[in-house]
C-alpha cells in the first residue's frame, strides 16, 4: 500500500465548511516558528497549494487583491514567511497558445489524511485619520496568527 502525499493548503482569512467533511478534527494555534517551518517544508517538498475564497484575477476583486498582496509582503518582510501572490496563481498553460491564469478556490480542498490546512489571519493597525480609508490601516505583523486544521485519525 503506498502512502498519500501530505499537501499543505494555505487560506488567507477563509475556512469553509466544504474544507471539512464529516469527521474529527484538531484546530490549533501555531507559534510563529512552527508556522515557518511547516510551510518551507511544504515548499521544498512542492506540496503547497494557496487557496482562496477570493477570485484574486478578477476586476470586481481588486481589493481582495491588494489585501492579499499585503498580507504576503508583511509575511514576508517581517516574519520571514515567504509566500506570495503568484503562490496563489495556477497556471493551466497546456490548454493552448495563450497561457491561462486562475486562482485555485478554497471551497475544492479538503482536510482529510495528511491534507491539512492552515489558514493565516490578521489584525489591522489604525494609522489615524487619511483621505482614503484604503490607507488608514495596515496589517499588524505581530497580531497575524497562524491556525492549523488536520484530521484526527
Not at 493548503?9 to 516558528?33: A, D, I, T, Y
Not at 493597525?125 to 505581530?142: D, K, Y
Not at 496568527?145 to 484526527?152: I, N
Request: hydrophobic letters at 40%; one cysteine or more.
Amino acid at each position: 500500500m503506498t502512502s498519500e502525499a501530505s499537501h499543505l493548503f494555505v487560506s488567507f482569512w477563509h475556512v469553509c465548511l466544504s474544507n471539512l467533511p464529516v469527521g474529527e478534527f484538531c484546530h490549533r494555534l501555531l507559534h510563529l516558528e512552527e508556522a515557518r517551518t511547516l510551510i518551507s517544508e511544504a515548499q521544498q517538498q512542492k506540496q503547497l497549494l494557496c487557496v482562496s475564497n477570493d477570485d484574486l484575477l478578477a476586476p470586481y476583486h481588486e481589493r481582495a487583491l491588494n489585501k492579499h498582496r499585503e498580507l504576503c509582503e508583511v509575511l514576508q518582510s517581517s516574519l520571514e514567511i515567504h509566500i506570495t501572490l503568484q503562490d496563489f496563481v495556477f497556471n493551466s498553460a497546456e490548454a493552448s497558445d495563450e497561457p491561462l491564469y486562475s486562482i485555485t478556490p478554497l471551497q475544492i480542498v479538503q482536510v482529510r489524511n495528511n491534507h491539512k490546512l492552515l489558514v493565516i489571519t490578521c489584525s489591522y493597525e489604525w494609522l489615524g485619520v487619511q483621505e482614503n480609508i484604503e490607507t488608514a490601516f495596515r496589517v499588524s505583523p505581530s497580531l497575524i496568527e497562524f491556525h492549523l486544521f488536520e484530521q484526527v485519525r
